[in-house]
C-alpha cells in the first residue's frame, strides 16, 4: 500500500498516456490493434519501471528499518553506559568515603604506637586490604564477560585460606571459630566460590565479634553454612539483604557496611548455579548457607 503511493504518479502519467492514445484512435481513424499495441508497450515499460522501482523501495525500507534498529540499539547502549557510569561513580564515592576510615584510624593508632595499636592497625589494614578486593571484585563482576572456569576442588582447600586470612579479626575482636576440616571435593569456580565465602565469613565477623561463627560443611546435602550467634538481622530486612546497596538497620549501625558485599554473593550465586539462603533471627543470630553441586 505504501508503495502504491510512491509510485501514484507514475500511475496517473500511464492513465493519461492511455487517454491520449484513445482521442488519437478517435480523431484519426487509427485501427484498434495499433492502439492496443501502444497501450501493451506502454504498460509493458510502466511494469519494468515499477518492478525496478519496488525492488529499490524494498532495499530503502530494509535500509530504514535497519537504521531504526541501529538507533535503538544505540540508544540502549547509551543508557546503559549512562547507568554503568552512574553506579561506579556513586559506588566509589562510597568506597573512598569509607576506604577513609581505616587510613584515619591507622594514623591515630600509629601516633602512639604500643602492642595494642599495632593489632589495631593491622585489623585496620586488613579492612583497607578487604575494601581494596571488594571494589576490584565489583568491578570484574558488572563485566558480563568475566570468565568462570569450573574444576573438582577441596572444601577445605577454599575455607583454610579464608581463616588464616581472617584470623587477625578473630584474635583482635575475641570472636571464637568453631570449624571441623572436611575432605569434601566440590565443583565450583575456586576463584569466585572462595570471593563468595569471603565476603559471607566478612558479615559473620563483623556482627558477632566478640562471640562465635561456626562453619560446617554436609558432605551429603554439599551445603555449606557459616552461622554466627551475633547481632542477627531484622526480618522486615531479611528479603532485600542481597539487593544492592542495601544496608539494613545493622547495617546503618555500622559505617563499615556498604550494602555491596552480599550483593556480589548473590550475583555469584547466580553465575555459579550454587543457590544461598540467609535465616536469621534478631540478637541471636544469621544462618548463611550455599549449595554446591
Known sequence: MNFLRTIQREIVIAILICTLFFFMLFMYNVPVQAYAIGISIVIFIMLIYWAVRFTSYKQEQSLQEQNESLKIENQRLRNDFIHYQSEVESYFL???????????????LLEEPDAHAISNVRNEILQIDNYTNLALNY????????????MEVGIDE????????????????????????SEAIILTDAKWASIMIEQILNNALKYARGKDVWISFDESSK??????????????????IFDKGFSGYNGRLSEKSSGI????????????????????????GSTFTIQFK
Request: a positive charge.
Open 94 to 108: 562510597m568506597w573512598v568515603h569509607q576506604m577513609k576510615t581505616p587510613i584515619t584510624a591507622s594514623k591515630l
Open 139 to 150: 568491578l570484574k563482576l558488572m563485566n558480563q564477560k568475566t570468565d568462570m572456569v569450573f
Open 158 to 181: 577454599l575455607l583454610r585460606p579464608l581463616i588464616k586470612r581472617y584470623a587477625i579479626q578473630f584474635i583482635h575482636h575475641h570472636t571464637r571459630l568453631h570449624y571441623d576440616k
Open 261 to 284: 558485599g552480599l550483593y556480589i554473593v548473590s550475583t555469584i550465586s547466580r553465575r555459579l548455579g550454587h543457590k544461598v539462603n540467609a535465616t536469621s533471627t534478631l540478637n541471636e
Open 223 to 240: 551445603i555449606l553454612s557459616i552461622r554466627d550467634n551475633g547481632v542477627g538481622i531484622n526480618a522486615s530486612d531479611l528479603p532485600k
